[in-house]
């Protein structure tokens, strides 16, 4: 079946450490886009990409990476310099670029507990 | 600032009543606004989009409804149903050209038996 996979679904990471998050579509989808989900508060759009080799800041990438090597990849590195890295994060993908209307299909996104 | 408000407090309902979500915003001028529902520890899933030249939109139970005056959509479920329940998010596009869908927090409801 088409979608989007994310993995791990929860991730224990010590303080200090990198962890990247995986997220995989099958959906030949053109954008994608990873959003950060704290309690009591909206999705917030960390990093988005429109098209393989290219991606966007969002309103709170520091801290975080991306690449987009191949159309079905949008990893998400949380680095040492995230100082709030305990969160839910989704990836999601759309169809459309540019000015649109494209619903966003999202992953079952990945729990990340810092200890 | 750009704001999307929606009601922080879960709304506790009947089953069988209709379920009325608010999603207001200021120092927008969105051109579409979509609405989604994400169930505990998933993903959102997509439901209904309006555009803003469209007043009302309506799929099997659910009603959206697009006020630009009032700078206003509300969410309906008729008859609902304890599978209702869940957080129902409202999102944008601020403008035309752009990618950035934003989100607001989020309602939950609840329905009850």
């Known amino acids: 079946d088409g979608g989007i996979t994310q993995s791990p679904k929860y991730l224990f990471r010590k303080e200090g450490q990198n962890v990247t998050l995986s997220c995989e579509q099958n959906?030949?989808?053109?954008?994608m886009y990873w959003y950060r989900q704290d309690p009591g508060q909206g999705l917030r759009l960390i990093y988005y990409?429109?098209?393989?080799?290219?991606?966007q800041k969002g309103d709170i990438a520091e801290g975080y990476s991306v690449s987009r090597e191949k159309k079905e990849s949008f990893p998400l590195t949380v680095t040492s310099a995230q100082k709030n890295p305990t969160a839910f994060y989704l990836c999601?993908?759309?169809?459309?670029?540019?000015?649109?209307?494209?619903?966003?299909?999202f992953g079952e996104g990945s729990r990340l507990t810092v200890l | 600032s750009q704001k999307i408000e929606q009601n922080s407090e879960a709304l506790n309902i009947q089953e069988g009543k209709t379920a009325t979500l608010t999603c207001n915003y200021t120092?927008?001028?969105?051109?579409?606004l979509q609405w989604y529902r994400q169930d505990p520890g998933r993903g959102p899933v997509f439901l209904l989009l309006?555009?803003?030249?469209?007043k009302e939109k309506r799929k099997e139970r659910l009603k959206v409804t697009f006020d630009t005056t009032l700078k206003q959509s509300l969410f309906h479920i008729t008859a609902s149903q304890p599978a209702d329940s869940a957080t129902y998010l409202c999102a944008f596009f601020p403008s035309y050209n752009t990618d950035k869908l934003i989100f607001g927090t989020g309602t939950r409801l609840q329905v009850f038996p």
């Open positions: 959906l030949n989808h053109d954008a």
């Open positions: 999601a993908s759309s169809t459309q670029t540019g000015p649109n209307t494209g619903e966003l299909f």
């Open positions: 309006i555009r803003e030249n469209e």
């Open positions: 120092n927008y001028s969105p051109a579409y």
């Open positions: 990409s429109q098209i393989v080799n290219d991606f």
